[in-house]
Every structure is written in structure tokens, then in C-alpha cells.
């Protein structure tokens, strides 16, 4: 009789063993997802960058098609925005203001930048006037 008792006292119970390997696994499924979290993170702010720049992009063609040419604006003064029409509070969000912008031009070309503030390795997109995309954000995968 008390061999039964026993035994089913002791089905009811973790051992120490086990508790430890479900605490493994669990680390285990943290060092995977944690990282693929944070990526997914920049990436959703770094849209409101994209964005920003597609806002300036679109400015930059009715320009030229008003005017057969880009204005010359340069990255030291992102309040000559104000030549396409685009104001501060168009860019402002949640993650970038104006100041997070760089805009580079001569009559031919132009460059658009959003730098992601805060993070380090630095996130930025960078746009042309051909469409290129290019820079070091981080796309989620």
C-alpha cells in the first residue's frame, strides 16, 4: 500500500531535471526572438522615414515639373524644404522631425536622407532622383 501511495504522489511532480530543460529551451526561443524583435522594431520606425522621404520625393517632381529643373537645396539647411512646399509639420512624426532629413540637390539630381536618431549602428535611407534605394536600414528578416 504504500508503494501506491507513493507512486502517485510523485506523478503529480516535476523533477529538478526537467525543470531545467524546459528553463533551457526557454532561453533558447528568447535568443532567437529577441533579435528578430528589435529588427522588426526598427524597421516599423524607420517606415516613417520612408515615408518622410517619399513626401519630399513627391515635392521634388511637381518642382521640376513646374520649373524643368530641381531647386539647389543643401543638407546644412533643412528649412529650404520650403521651396517644394513641404513645411516642418509635414515631416514631423512620432520618430523623425525635420532635422532628422538631409536633402541634397543641383538642377539635375537630388538625394534624400532619413537618419533614424538614437540608434547606433546609425539607420538611414537614402533616396535619388532615379528612385535608388539605398543605406543600412533594417528590414525585419
Avoid: W
Avoid at 39 to 58: D, F, L
Avoid at 103 to 126: E, H, K, N
Amino acid at each position: 500500500m504504500h508503494t501506491l501511495v507513493s507512486q502517485s504522489r510523485r506523478s503529480g511532480a516535476f523533477t529538478l531535471i526537467e525543470l531545467m530543460i524546459v528553463v533551457v529551451i526557454v532561453a533558447i526561443l528568447a535568443l532567437v526572438a529577441i533579435p528578430l524583435y528589435q529588427g522588426n522594431v526598427v524597421a516599423a520606425k524607420m517606415s516613417e522615414g520612408i515615408a518622410g522621404c517619399g513626401s519630399i520625393r513627391t515635392a521634388f517632381r511637381v518642382y521640376y515639373a513646374a520649373h524643368a529643373a530641381y531647386p539647389v537645396l543643401t543638407a546644412q539647411n533643412a528649412s529650404q524644404l520650403s521651396v517644394l512646399g513641404v513645411g516642418a509639420t509635414d515631416l514631423a512624426g512620432k520618430y523623425f522631425a525635420v532635422t532628422n532629413y538631409a536633402v541634397t540637390s543641383d538642377a539635375t539630381t537630388y538625394t534624400i536622407t532619413a537618419t533614424l536618431p538614437g540608434y547606433t549602428p546609425t539607420q538611414t535611407y537614402i533616396i535619388n532622383q532615379a528612385g535608388v534605394e539605398s543605406g543600412t536600414y533594417t528590414t525585419g528578416n
